[in-house]
């Protein structure tokens, strides 16, 4: 069977690994637009991160001191590795409260 899909992609100057088996498929728009909308419902109901938004990379992977990761805080985006839709719906809670998180901590990491 031909690989539909290229093995990497690069997304803001980091190359991520995508496995050609489980790599983004066209129909996964709907689950995209499904993580976007609970993003925008968690925005709205803290009131703050309108700047934020979510990409979910099915088949990606991405490791950090030899563990593989299912969720990553880049910049104001938060990456989601995970298939299951569930689970990326969890992963993106936790992924926006990071970020949350990191809005309060910067300023000392930056000094």
Do not use: C
């Amino acid at each position: 069977m031909e690989e539909q899909y290229s093995k990497t992609k690069v997304y803001r100057g980091e190359l991520l690994k995508l496995s050609p088996k489980t790599g983004p498929a066209p129909n996964n728009y709907e689950v995209n637009d499904r993580l976007t909308t609970e993003l925008e419902r968690l925005k709205l109901k803290l009131g703050v991160g309108f700047e934020v938004n979510v990409e979910w990379l099915p088949g990606t992977t991405r490791h950090k001191k030899g563990k593989q990761i299912l969720e990553e805080v880049i910049g104001n985006t938060v990456l989601i590795y995970v298939e299951n839709f569930d689970e990326a719906k969890h992963l993106l809670t936790h992924g926006f409260l990071e970020w949350l998180l990191n809005q309060n901590t910067k300023w000392y990491i930056d000094y």
